[in-house]
């Protein structure tokens, strides 16, 4: 069999296979993730974002009523209620900043959270680099919005061109789905 002529890019490489740059991306990734891998990530990281969020809520109800820490036996009471300064906008403004904080902290840290780790998917910007802050941001507050319609801006990716959904495209980011590595014999 006659051997294949070189190209010009791999004599001067001496190479035989191509270099691919920083910002292709797609030479190490498969297709984006599907609907259900991602709702995966969601409720994966749900648990981790929950815990977070309970001892994040504690810290403040301690400080502000350190008596609902204390059993009352004389009664035998227990409170189930938050004090009113723990249910206002200023409560929930807390909380949704602790969010933004704890995904993008993770997605700048390396693109990934433990739950997009576990089903291997990676966040990108579209030029393959970390996602900024103010992606970051961007993505979390659509996100929510996404979820708050009945999870279409998720349902979207079927529909769409690039299998992107509207946290993606507001954001500018990509999600990349990561091929299991292969076992050495």
């Known amino acids: 069999m006659p ?3 070189k190209t010009p ?40 974002l929950f815990a977070v969020l309970f001892v994040a809520t504690l810290i403040p109800a301690f400080f502000l ?18 004090d009113i300064p723990l249910q206002g906008w200023l409560y929930r403004a807390y909380l949704v900043v ?8 993770f997605w700048r840290k ?9 089903w291997r998917i990676k966040l990108e910007s579209l ?10 941001i961007i993505r979390v507050l659509i996100a929510g919005v996404s979820l708050a319609a009945g999870g279409l801006g998720y349902w979207w990716i079927w529909i769409d061109k690039d299998s992107r959904s509207w946290h993606d ?17």
């Open 3 to 5: 051997a294949k002529p």
């Open 9 to 48: 890019s791999a004599e001067l490489n001496n190479d035989s296979a191509p270099k691919t740059s920083k910002n292709n991306s797609s030479a190490t990734h498969e297709a984006a993730p599907g609907v259900f891998r991602r709702i995966a990530v969601i409720v994966y990281d749900a648990f981790l």
């Open 65 to 82: 009523s350190p008596e609902s820490f204390v059993a009352n036996p004389a009664n035998n009471s227990v409170v189930h209620e938050l």
């Open 98 to 105: 602790l969010i933004i904080i704890f995904y993008g902290w």
């Open 110 to 118: 390396s693109g990934q959270t433990l739950g997009m780790q576990a």
């Open 127 to 136: 030029s393959g680099d970390k996602p900024s802050w103010t992606q970051c």
């Open 169 to 185: 495209r507001a954001s500018n980011t990509v999600l990349r789905s990561i091929p299991k590595d292969k076992k050495k014999a």
